[in-house]
């Protein structure tokens, strides 16, 4: 298992949140995915505000197809009820990739997408060393050449693509140059089988090429597909009130207000939660 290539990182992020007393399972996004494998329409852009559960979907997405060879946590999800559940859980190569992370002391576009270029040819040279990989090869031409000698395919996981734009360090030619790396690594390579990537702002606010004309974006204001999977539906909302309700004695709601003796809880339909209740201060 590598840095990128059938990383553990994932795998092991959403187990922890599965760990938590707040889990919410949204794996049926992946009954829409799978469909999607090795299709023409293979590339998601899923694009929303922070804290939106972009990275939870990402590395659940992850740890799903993802062969790293570890028991599966998908048993008793969702999921595990699709017809091709079998098929595929643990059974892809996936490339994980989170975009916002950088090297120690970065201070160069050039440190930045190095530590990824090396960092995947580090990786793809140790899982196939019968291919004589040469570091200096561009990974996009060792990924083409896997795919060549062996058939074999990778599913691309990345997550906030656009964290790169945001970095003081970075240039216009920078930009350019990291939308010409996305499309040299994914247009109309083989060797993708499905692409999936997240972002804050619409792919339009940095490209207005034909660099990501791959992907189909969902955001919030015009495509309401994949929707239910980021945030919470108003059904989630009030199982996890219940299930916060059942397990706290002291239920703090804001600053320093605890809410004691609660009798009686509506909802309003335009104002969330109507509480009644007796307050105190501490």
Same mark, same amino acid.
């Given at each position: 298992?590598?840095?990128? &290539?059938?990383?553990?990182?994932? +795998?092991?992020?959403?187990?922890?949140?599965?760990?938590?007393?707040?889990?919410? /399972?949204?794996?049926?996004?992946?009954?829409?995915?799978?469909?999607? &494998? #090795?299709?023409?329409?293979?590339?998601?852009?899923?694009?929303?505000?922070?804290?939106?559960?972009?990275?939870?979907?990402?590395?659940?997405?992850?740890?799903?197809?993802?062969?790293?060879?570890?028991?599966?946590?998908? #048993?008793?999800?969702?999921?595990?009820?699709? #017809?091709?559940?079998?098929?595929?859980?643990?059974?892809? /190569?996936?490339?994980?990739?989170?975009?916002?992370?950088?090297?120690?002391?970065?201070?160069?576009?050039?440190?930045?997408?190095?530590?990824?270029?090396?960092?995947?040819?580090?990786?793809?040279?140790?899982?196939?060393?019968?291919?004589?990989?040469?570091?200096?090869?561009?990974?996009?031409?060792?990924?083409?050449?896997?795919?060549?000698?062996?058939?074999?395919?990778?599913?691309?996981?990345?997550? #906030?693509? /656009?964290?790169?734009?945001?970095?003081?360090?970075?240039?216009?030619?920078?930009?350019?140059?990291?939308?010409?790396?996305?499309?040299?690594?994914?247009?109309?390579?083989?060797?993708?089988?499905?692409? +999936?990537?997240?972002?804050?702002?619409?792919?339009?606010? +940095?490209?207005?090429?034909?660099? &990501?004309?791959?992907?189909?974006?969902?955001?919030?204001?015009?495509?309401?597909?994949?929707?239910?999977?980021?945030?919470?539906?108003?059904?989630?909302?009030?199982?996890?009130?219940?299930?916060?309700?059942?397990?706290?004695?002291?239920?703090?709601?804001?600053?320093?207000?605890?809410?004691?003796?609660?009798?009686?809880?509506?909802?309003?339909?335009?104002?969330?939660?109507?509480?009644?209740?007796?307050?105190?201060?501490?």
């Amino acid at each position: 298992m590598g840095q990128y &290539l059938n990383s553990k990182e994932p +795998y092991d992020q959403y187990k922890t949140v599965m760990n938590g007393p707040y889990f919410v /399972d949204k794996t049926e996004i992946l009954e829409e995915l799978i469909p999607a &494998l #090795e299709q023409e329409q293979r590339f998601f852009c899923i694009t929303r505000p922070r804290r939106f559960g972009k990275t939870v979907m990402a590395n659940m997405i992850a740890a799903f197809f993802s062969n790293t060879k570890k028991p599966s946590l998908f #048993e008793n999800l969702s999921v595990a009820k699709q #017809e091709q559940y079998r098929k595929h859980v643990g059974h892809h /190569d996936v490339i994980y990739i989170d975009f916002s992370e950088m090297p120690r002391e970065c201070h160069a576009y050039e440190e930045y997408i190095s530590r990824i270029q090396d960092g995947l040819v580090r990786d793809i040279q140790e899982v196939y060393p019968e291919l004589m990989i040469e570091k200096s090869e561009a990974v996009w031409d060792i990924l083409s050449l896997v795919f060549d000698k062996t058939g074999h395919k990778f599913i691309f996981v990345m997550d #906030e693509w /656009d964290a790169v734009f945001h970095m003081s360090f970075i240039t216009e030619r920078d930009r350019e140059n990291y939308l010409l790396f996305l499309k040299l690594l994914l247009k109309g390579k083989s060797y993708v089988e499905l692409a +999936y990537m997240t972002g804050v702002l619409p792919i339009a606010k +940095y490209s207005d090429g034909s660099e &990501l004309n791959m992907f189909l974006e969902y955001n919030m204001a015009t495509r309401i597909r994949f929707s239910e999977y980021f945030g919470f539906t108003d059904e989630e909302v009030d199982m996890l009130y219940q299930r916060y309700l059942s397990r706290t004695k002291s239920r703090r709601l804001r600053g320093k207000i605890f809410v004691s003796g609660m009798t009686d809880i509506t909802r309003h339909p335009e104002n969330g939660y109507i509480i009644h209740a007796q307050w105190y201060a501490h």
